[in-house]
């Protein structure tokens, strides 16, 4: 994983080369200046050797002056680098994420996927940047500090560093722990976000039931279990920060104690004990550094694990010689289909049928029977167990999912709108379309001329899901997406049952327009919008229980007929 980490600096190398090199000076800089101030104190004032003194003090301000550039570039430029980083990886991320099956999203909420790509690479980046900058600081100054108390005063170079091992053995200690509090604390904030997201995508549902308490419930029971998580993590935080504290702290007293005990015995003189003072101040701000590296680590690092789970999820392959569709005719046929959702049972079991280019098919029956999911394995949203689905004479398999999908037109009940204007949406269905093949859909699909009477027109913005539009001012707009796509194959999940008659009524129309010398598969719930239909399927649970036309099933008198009659009864 951590080789995975790096391959990101590739596009930011020369930065980081940069980087490392202003903090590698800096690092050099800090160790300059306790040696001065030793000189200072042993030779120059004592040997009033006031031009030295006075040059070297100039040197020192100007290795300060030389920290403000460094610590500029390190600030700003550091940063961007992780801008850049991060910017990558959610790039990468969100192409991953068109590319995986429906079955992925079936399983993964959309505010956990939103944590993972906002939070969770926001703290990969403050690693990306932070992470190897403390970290070879903090080697150069620990490795400098010794070398340099080392020629002061070897044997008290050796007590100072003593309490090194102690350090590692507590960060080895409580690493583990941090790595598995941090990575539950990541969890927790994917559920929060999934419970926000859901609430306010859904607080229209939440008014109309007076389900307020409900949703601050659900709320508050995620938000309970991040401030458990938050806790523990807080906790070995905690432990790791007061252990660490410690073992400065006590750094500190051991090296008074010591360096007075050397200056007593005549081992050490004045400028040295102050060198030695200086030089633990720069051993302390590394051993610091250390310490916040090693919870930026475990903070940027799970959340890097999380991103690499998406990243991991398999996407959709298509299969080994596939090509392009091309000069669709529309033949479909399905053969001994068999379909079910994970572990559970089956929701279709050797389906077979065939419908004619140009025919128009409606499937009706109880819900649960299959219908919707028969749709979505036509363009492959989900994979067949077994059996095969052909078109024109061909495995769709052997086409692959961009050229299949170009060929499908769907429209289903419940439409979804981009935020952003009538024509964006519509621009869905063919994106280097022109206005007058744009306009021309809308007319198709009965909806140009209320969108001309809108103060805006086509550039009238939506709304989140469209929700500035009625009903059937939605369901339009989905339709003159398909008449702008104009595939040779239509799907209508369905697409009308949502409205009121009247509405149903004009969205009949424009629907068989659209159908009009296309192979139209439809679901439909009314089932008087499917009288014309070329053939009729009723699936349930069972299978394919009825075939016909609307004439011989009614005269069938079998379930067809009595789903008929029920709905006649109930419209009378």
Same mark, same amino acid.
């Given at each position: 994983?951590?080789?995975?980490?790096?391959?990101?600096?590739?596009?930011?190398?020369?930065?980081?080369?940069?980087?490392?090199?202003?903090?590698?000076?800096?690092?050099?800089?800090?160790?300059?200046?306790?040696?001065?101030?030793? #000189?200072?104190?042993?030779?120059?004032?004592?040997?009033?050797?006031? #031009?030295?003194?006075?040059?070297?003090?100039?040197?020192?301000?100007?290795?300060?002056?030389?920290?403000?550039?460094?610590?500029?570039?390190?600030?700003?430029?550091?940063?961007?680098?992780?801008?850049?980083?991060?910017?990558?990886?959610?790039?990468?991320?969100?192409?991953?994420?068109?590319?995986?099956?429906?079955?992925?999203?079936?399983?993964?909420?959309?505010?956990?996927?939103?944590?993972?790509?906002?939070?969770?690479?926001?703290?990969?980046?403050?690693?990306?940047?932070?992470?190897?900058?403390?970290?070879?600081?903090?080697?150069?100054?620990?490795?400098?500090?010794?070398?340099?108390?080392?020629?002061?005063?070897?044997?008290?170079?050796?007590?100072?560093?003593?309490?090194?091992?102690?350090?590692?053995?507590?960060?080895?200690?409580?690493?583990?722990?941090?790595?598995?509090?941090?990575?539950?604390?990541?969890?927790?904030?994917?559920?929060?976000?999934?419970?926000?997201?859901?609430?306010?995508?859904?607080?229209?549902?939440?008014?109309?039931?007076?389900?307020?308490?409900?949703?601050?419930?659900?709320?508050?029971?995620?938000?309970?279990?991040?401030?458990?998580?938050?806790?523990?993590?807080?906790?070995?935080?905690?432990?790791?920060?007061?252990?660490?504290?410690?073992?400065?702290?006590?750094?500190?007293?051991?090296?008074?104690?010591?360096?007075?005990?050397?200056?007593?015995?005549?081992?050490? #003189?004045?400028?040295?004990?102050?060198?030695?003072?200086?030089?633990?101040?720069?051993?302390?701000?590394?051993?610091?550094?250390?310490?916040?590296?090693?919870?930026?680590?475990?903070?940027?690092?799970?959340?890097?694990?999380?991103?690499?789970?998406?990243?991991?999820?398999?996407?959709?392959?298509?299969?080994?010689?596939?090509?392009?569709?091309?000069?669709?005719?529309?033949?479909?046929?399905?053969?001994?289909?068999?379909?079910?959702?994970?572990?559970?049972?089956?929701?279709?079991?050797?389906?077979?049928?065939?419908?004619?280019?140009?025919?128009?098919?409606?499937?009706?029956?109880?819900?649960?029977?299959?219908?919707?999911?028969?749709?979505?394995?036509?363009?492959?949203? @989900?994979?067949?167990?077994?059996?095969?689905?052909?078109?024109?004479?061909?495995?769709?398999?052997?086409?692959?999912?961009?050229?299949?999908?170009?060929?499908?037109?769907?429209?289903?009940?419940?439409?979804?709108?981009?935020?952003?204007?009538?024509?964006?949406?519509?621009?869905?269905?063919?994106?280097?379309?022109?206005?007058?093949?744009?306009?021309?859909?809308?007319?198709?699909?009965?909806?140009?001329?209320?969108?001309?009477?809108?103060?805006?027109? @086509?550039?009238?913005?939506?709304?989140?899901?469209?929700?500035?539009?009625?009903?059937?001012?939605?369901?339009?707009?989905?339709?003159?997406?398909?008449?702008?796509?104009?595939?040779?194959?239509?799907?209508?999940?369905?697409?009308?049952?949502?409205?009121? #008659?009247?509405?149903?009524?004009?969205?009949?129309?424009?629907?068989?327009?659209?159908?009009?010398?296309?192979?139209?598969?439809?679901?439909?719930?009314?089932?008087?919008?499917?009288?014309?239909?070329?053939?009729?399927?009723?699936?349930?649970?069972?299978?394919?229980?009825?075939?016909?036309?609307?004439?011989?099933?009614?005269?069938?008198?079998?379930?067809?007929?009595?789903? @008929?009659?029920?709905?006649?009864?109930?419209?009378?």
């Amino acid at each position: 994983m951590v080789k995975r980490f790096i391959s990101y600096y590739k596009p930011v190398k020369k930065i980081f080369i940069i980087d490392m090199v202003c903090a590698f000076v800096m690092a050099v800089c800090d160790l300059f200046y306790p040696m001065i101030t030793r #000189n200072i104190i042993n030779i120059y004032v004592p040997n009033q050797q006031f #031009n030295l003194m006075v040059t070297w003090l100039v040197a020192l301000g100007l290795i300060y002056l030389l920290k403000v550039g460094l610590n500029y570039y390190i600030t700003y430029y550091g940063h961007i680098m992780g801008v850049i980083m991060q910017a990558n990886m959610r790039k990468d991320i969100f192409e991953h994420l068109q590319d995986l099956p429906f079955v992925f999203f079936d399983e993964n909420k959309t505010g956990s996927l939103t944590s993972r790509i906002i939070n969770d690479l926001m703290e990969v980046s403050e690693l990306a940047h932070h992470g190897p900058e403390d970290l070879f600081i903090s080697l150069i100054m620990l490795v400098g500090s010794f070398v340099m108390l080392s020629t002061i005063n070897f044997p008290l170079a050796l007590i100072v560093f003593s309490v090194v091992p102690f350090l590692i053995l507590i960060v080895m200690k409580l690493r583990i722990r941090m790595s598995d509090t941090f990575l539950e604390t990541r969890e927790t904030i994917g559920e929060v976000n999934a419970t926000i997201e859901n609430s306010i995508s859904g607080i229209r549902v939440s008014k109309a039931f007076s389900n307020k308490q409900n949703e601050i419930d659900k709320f508050e029971n995620n938000n309970h279990k991040f401030q458990t998580a938050r806790k523990k993590a807080y906790k070995v935080m905690a432990e790791f920060h007061v252990s660490s504290s410690f073992v400065i702290d006590f750094l500190n007293i051991l090296v008074l104690s010591a360096g007075g005990i050397f200056f007593f015995k005549g081992w050490i #003189n004045f400028g040295d004990f102050a060198a030695f003072i200086l030089y633990i101040s720069n051993f302390l701000n590394p051993i610091r550094k250390l310490i916040n590296f090693v919870e930026q680590y475990q903070s940027g690092i799970s959340g890097f694990k999380r991103f690499t789970e998406v990243m991991d999820a398999e996407i959709e392959k298509d299969e080994p010689g596939a090509a392009d569709i091309e000069k669709v005719i529309g033949d479909i046929q399905f053969n001994d289909v068999t379909f079910s959702y994970g572990d559970d049972k089956e929701i279709l079991k050797d389906i077979s049928f065939k419908i004619d280019a140009g025919k128009t098919v409606a499937f009706v029956g109880p819900s649960g029977g299959g219908k919707t999911t028969l749709c979505h394995l036509i363009p492959r949203f @989900y994979e067949t167990e077994e059996g095969t689905i052909s078109i024109d004479n061909k495995d769709i398999k052997d086409f692959t999912r961009k050229s299949l999908r170009k060929s499908i037109g769907i429209v289903q009940q419940d439409v979804f709108l981009f935020t952003g204007t009538i024509y964006d949406n519509i621009l869905c269905g063919k994106l280097d379309a022109t206005d007058e093949e744009i306009q021309h859909a809308a007319k198709m699909a009965n909806i140009h001329d209320f969108i001309m009477d809108l103060p805006d027109g @086509y550039n009238t913005y939506v709304g989140e899901r469209g929700v500035k539009l009625s009903g059937g001012q939605k369901q339009r707009i989905s339709i003159a997406r398909v008449f702008l796509k104009n595939p040779p194959i239509l799907i209508l999940d369905e697409a009308t049952s949502a409205l009121d #008659n009247a509405t149903e009524l004009l969205i009949q129309n424009s629907l068989e327009e659209l159908s009009k010398g296309r192979t139209t598969v439809v679901v439909a719930h009314r089932l008087s919008t499917i009288k014309n239909a070329d053939e009729i399927i009723v699936l349930t649970d069972k299978g394919i229980q009825e075939k016909g036309r609307h004439e011989d099933l009614i005269k069938a008198e079998g379930i067809y007929a009595e789903l @008929y009659n029920s709905q006649f009864k109930n419209l009378a």
